[in-house]
C-alpha cells in the first residue's frame, strides 16, 4: 500500500473514532453538512469555512452543535514521518483567526510528527478558543459534556504558554 493511502486511511481512522466517541456519549445524530440544515443538537461532516487567505473551499471535519454550542473539531493524524506537523501553523492560523465559531478543538494522536510539534501547537492554542486534545483526553472531555474551560483552566493554559 502506498504511503499516502496508508495516511489517508489512517486518517480516516481517527476522524470515525471522534464521531463515535461524540454519537455514544451526547444526544446528537451525525449528518454530511447542508447549508439549509437545522443546527441543533446535530454532528455535521466535512464542513466548509474561509482560510485565512479568503479560500471558502476548506473543510473541517466536524461541526458539533449541541445545546447552544457550536464547537468545529479537526483531526490530525501523523503515524509516520511526513508533512501533517508542517501544517499546524496553518491550522493555528486558520482556527484561531479565521472560523466563525467561538469554540475548536483539534484532535491530534500519532508518533510520527517530529519533536516539539505537538507541544508547539498546545503552547500557541493555550488561551485561545482552540483546545488541543489526544484522543484519551477528548474523550473525557465529551463524556463530561464538553464542559466550557473555567476562568482558573484559562488562567492556566496562559501560564503554562
Same mark, same amino acid.
Given at each position: 500500500?502506498?504511503?499516502?493511502?496508508?495516511?489517508?486511511?489512517?486518517?480516516?481512522?481517527?476522524?470515525?473514532?471522534?464521531?463515535? @466517541?461524540?454519537?455514544?456519549?451526547?444526544? !446528537?445524530?451525525?449528518?454530511? /453538512?447542508?447549508?439549509?440544515? @437545522?443546527?441543533?443538537?446535530?454532528?455535521?461532516?466535512?464542513?466548509?469555512?474561509?482560510?485565512? /487567505?479568503?479560500?471558502?473551499?476548506?473543510?473541517?471535519?466536524?461541526?458539533?452543535?449541541?445545546?447552544?454550542?457550536?464547537?468545529?473539531?479537526?483531526?490530525?493524524?501523523?503515524?509516520?514521518?511526513?508533512? !501533517?506537523?508542517?501544517?499546524?501553523?496553518?491550522?493555528?492560523?486558520?482556527?484561531?483567526?479565521? @472560523?466563525?465559531?467561538?469554540?475548536? @478543538?483539534?484532535?491530534?494522536?500519532?508518533?510520527?510528527?517530529?519533536?516539539?510539534?505537538?507541544?508547539?501547537?498546545?503552547?500557541?492554542?493555550?488561551?485561545?478558543?482552540?483546545?488541543?486534545?489526544?484522543?484519551?483526553?477528548?474523550?473525557?472531555? !465529551?463524556?463530561?459534556?464538553?464542559?466550557?474551560?473555567?476562568?482558573?483552566?484559562?488562567?492556566?493554559?496562559? !501560564?503554562?504558554?
Amino acid at each position: 500500500m502506498k504511503q499516502g493511502t496508508k495516511a489517508n486511511k489512517s486518517g480516516l481512522r481517527l476522524e470515525d473514532k471522534v464521531e463515535n @466517541i461524540i454519537l455514544d456519549n451526547l444526544e !446528537v445524530v451525525a449528518r454530511k /453538512y447542508s447549508k439549509t440544515e @437545522i443546527r441543533k443538537n446535530v454532528l455535521l461532516k466535512h464542513v466548509p469555512y474561509t482560510n485565512i /487567505y479568503g479560500n471558502t473551499r476548506c473543510r473541517s471535519e466536524f461541526l458539533l452543535c449541541h445545546k447552544s454550542r457550536k464547537v468545529r473539531i479537526e483531526c490530525k493524524f501523523q503515524e509516520s514521518a511526513g508533512s !501533517v506537523d508542517e501544517k499546524l501553523p496553518y491550522l493555528f492560523m486558520n482556527f484561531t483567526k479565521s @472560523i466563525p465559531e467561538e469554540e475548536a @478543538i483539534i484532535v491530534i494522536e500519532g508518533n510520527g510528527f517530529k519533536k516539539g510539534a505537538k507541544e508547539w501547537l498546545r503552547k500557541k492554542c493555550a488561551g485561545t478558543k482552540v483546545s488541543v486534545m489526544n484522543l484519551e483526553e477528548f474523550a473525557r472531555h !465529551v463524556a463530561a459534556d464538553l464542559p466550557k474551560k473555567n476562568i482558573l483552566g484559562r488562567l492556566f493554559d496562559w !501560564v503554562t504558554a
